[in-house]
Nanobody, 116 residues
Framework: QVQLVESGGGLVQAGGSLRLSCAAS?????????VEWYRQAPGKQRELVAA???????NYPDSVKGRFTISRDNAKNTVYLQMSSLKPEDTAVYYC?????????WGKGTLVTVSS
């Protein structure tokens, strides 16, 4: 079963950038999974912020479109979330999720804090 580890979170000023990574466990053929990034702010529901299919198609909600970019490096078994023009409302724990057929795996998350 695939395991996921997120990294790259931290404290950044508004307007800054961060790149998050979602690494799959060794031996995983990560390319066969659809991977999504979600975030959950305190007191709010978890929301989707980016998705990438096995074929490389991407999808974003309007709230992050043009600011966030999801990409994958199948050779490194890693999916990235490049975040730019960050806003205080982007503050949240960011999670990645890998899906194959009806099986989902979540990482434990990485905290992003954007100061004003």
């Amino acid at each position: 079963q695939v395991q996921l580890v997120e990294s790259g979170g931290g404290l950044v000023q508004a307007g800054g950038s961060l790149r998050l990574s979602c690494a799959a466990s060794a031996g995983t053929i990560f390319s066969i999974y659809t991977v999504e990034w979600y975030r959950q702010a305190p007191g709010k529901q978890r929301e989707l912020v980016a998705a990438i299919t096995t074929g490389g198609s991407t999808n974003y909600p309007d709230s992050v479109k043009g600011r966030f970019t999801i990409s994958r490096d199948n050779a490194k078994n890693t999916v990235y979330l490049q975040m730019s023009s960050l806003k205080p409302e982007d503050t949240a724990v960011y999670y990645c999720k890998a899906t194959r057929f009806f099986h989902e795996t979540w990482g434990k998350g990485t905290l992003v804090t954007v100061s004003s």
